[in-house]
């Protein structure tokens, strides 16, 4: 399974990007499909993920309320709604697909090459 992200960018403070992460292939419904990002200078932390055939999701407490994951089952693709943008939200956002319940990276098998999003002050 590839999985391809995209729709990083530049934007300023306050603004909005949706991130988009395509799947090669079809994802089963118990798979668990994830977003991360990598700040500069940083590790890789967990964004926000989603249990594909039931749709529950949960976030990290730095992106609650302002960062939405959704999918298109269809299409096998995966979105991360992020509105409000901060600075500390500049990083490489990857998309990444599991098979269970968890915010760790080591529990996500599959991983996109990442996008790049940059919010300036």
């Known amino acids: 399974v590839q999985l391809q992200a995209s729709g990083g960018g530049l934007v300023q403070a306050g603004d909005s990007l949706t991130l988009s992460c395509a799947a090669s292939a079809r994802i089963f419904s118990s798979s668990v499909m994830g977003w991360f990002r990598r700040a500069p200078g940083k590790e890789r932390e967990f964004v926000a993920a989603?249990?594909?055939?039931?749709?529950?999701?949960w976030y990290a407490d730095s992106v609650k309320e302002r960062f939405t994951i959704s999918k298109d089952s269809r299409e096998n693709t995966l979105y991360l709604q992020m509105n409000s943008l901060k600075p500390e939200d500049t990083a490489v956002y990857y998309c990444a697909r599991g098979s269970q319940y968890s915010t760790q990276e080591y529990d996500y098998i599959y991983w996109g090459q990442g996008t790049l999003v940059t919010v300036s002050s």
């Open positions: 989603m249990r594909w055939g039931r749709g529950s999701s």
